[in-house]
């Protein structure tokens, strides 16, 4: 069965840094495109950001240009994503994510097909 899970979140100051980490099982990572999301409370899922499959298209929410860094290792089915410099405004439940298409990751996930259940991240001022 296919199980999509995140770890690596947790409390950590404004300006530091943390390093989220989604392991997939059950499925060939290669064969996906992989995101990471977040929801902040009383706000909507916004996509922070989305590789595909290959690693040829990426995009980054405005937000976290410069600061996060996604990247993804295939051969043992985990996507990363690096978060420096994190702000007060970083504070939500992230989520990893998985879908054979990219442009369902870029702009349409109601269509995703996988989905962890996320992992808080809080930053403190």
């Known amino acids: 069965q296919v199980k999509v899970l995140e770890y690596g979140g947790g409390l950590v100051q404004a300006g530091g840094s943390l390093r989220l980490s989604c392991t997939v099982s059950?499925?060939?990572?290669?064969?996906?495109?992989v995101g990471w999301f977040r929801q902040a409370p009383g706000k909507e899922r916004e996509l922070i950001s989305c590789?595909?499959?290959?690693?040829?298209?990426?995009y980054y929410t405005d937000s976290v240009k410069g600061r996060f860094t996604i990247s993804r290792d295939n051969a043992v089915n985990t996507l990363s994503l690096q978060m420096n410099d994190l702000e007060p405004e970083d504070t939500a439940k992230y989520y990893c994510?998985?879908?054979?298409?990219?442009?369902?990751?870029?702009?349409?996930?109601?269509?995703?097909?996988?989905w962890g259940q996320g992992t808080q991240v809080t930053v403190s001022s």
């Open positions: 590789i595909s499959w290959n690693g040829d298209a990426t």
């Open positions: 059950g499925l060939a990572l290669m064969n996906y495109a």
């Open positions: 994510a998985a879908d054979r298409s990219f442009a369902n990751l870029r702009r349409n996930q109601e269509r995703i097909r996988y």
